[in-house]
């Protein structure tokens, strides 16, 4: 993690740092199929406001989790995708979206 004001006492508590939150898996799980533009991660994310997936987007970057590539056109176009380290992840994300679903229909 970029931010070192916040210490992980394990590493549990580290990998949670970096990919907890209401936002940061949905955003790496959508992300798991190719790289996306700021809209489509908009339209994709449902219930982020645009200065939470803004916020959201920049600690991913920060945590090199995800790349942002921009091109000097008009309009300006951003793509998003992940790293080696982000795709690392889905296959832990997939665990958790299958648990969940088990949860879920069990209640």
């Not at 590539?69 to 300006?76: D, F, Q």
Request: one cysteine or more.
């Amino acid at each position: 993690m970029k931010n070192k004001s916040k210490k992980a006492h394990c590493a549990v508590d580290y990998a949670f740092q970096r990919i907890g939150g209401k936002y940061k898996g949905r955003i790496l799980w959508i992300l798991r199929d190719g790289l996306l533009r700021y809209g489509e991660l908009k339209r994709a994310v449902v219930g982020i406001t645009p200065k939470m997936l803004t916020q959201t987007l920049k600690e991913l970057e920060a945590d090199e989790l995800i790349v942002r590539k921009v091109y000097l056109e008009v309009p300006p176009k951003v793509e998003y995708s992940l790293t080696d380290t982000g795709k690392e992840l889905i296959p832990f994300i997939n665990q958790m979206r299958t648990w969940g679903e088990k949860q879920m229909s069990a209640s």
